[in-house]
């Protein structure tokens, strides 16, 4: 187990489609266990395989309640492989969003509110959930990931993207 470098934006490695999961051996189980430990050394909210430069379909993400985001409800610790996302309507909310590969920034990103995910845990076994909210963005951002889409390539208004500390005051804290 060990803390891995997270991948900056521009990376390659961060703009590749990543591959399906096809073995559930000590190998996948050890590539949890670092990036289970990278997410919480950085307190992040979500962390995709391809950051610390393993390009296959793995998310972990998981927000307890936190005093810093008290508008945010907590997202259960999950792990998702071989993710698939179906949107529930049309309809979108606009959230800020930041990411462990563009540290320090954060952007407004469109959303579908509410989707369905499926995939796999780390046993192979289904994962089925109907979300909404944040649990909805932070699984859209991750999957993101898997498919080489940072989410400064979502933000509609590049006006609203810049640097954390300048925007304080004009943004809803989010986690990364
Ligand atoms: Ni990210």
Known sequence: MAIRPVLKMG???LRQVALPVT???PELQSLLAD???TMRSLHGAGLAAPQ???SQRVVIFGLEANPRYPHVAPVPYTVLINP???PLGDEMSEGWEGCLSVPGMRGLVPRYHRLRYQG???NGA????????FHARVVQHEVDHLDGVLYPQRIRDMRNFGFEDALLGQMTPMPD
């Open 52 to 54: 610390i430069g393993v």
């Open 35 to 37: 990036m289970d430990e």
């Open 120 to 122: 796999v845990d780390p």
């Open 11 to 13: 990376h390659p490695i």
């Open 126 to 133: 289904p994962i089925d959930r109907t979300v909404e909210g």
């Open 23 to 25: 073995q559930f051996g």
């Open 84 to 86: 698939q996302l179906t």
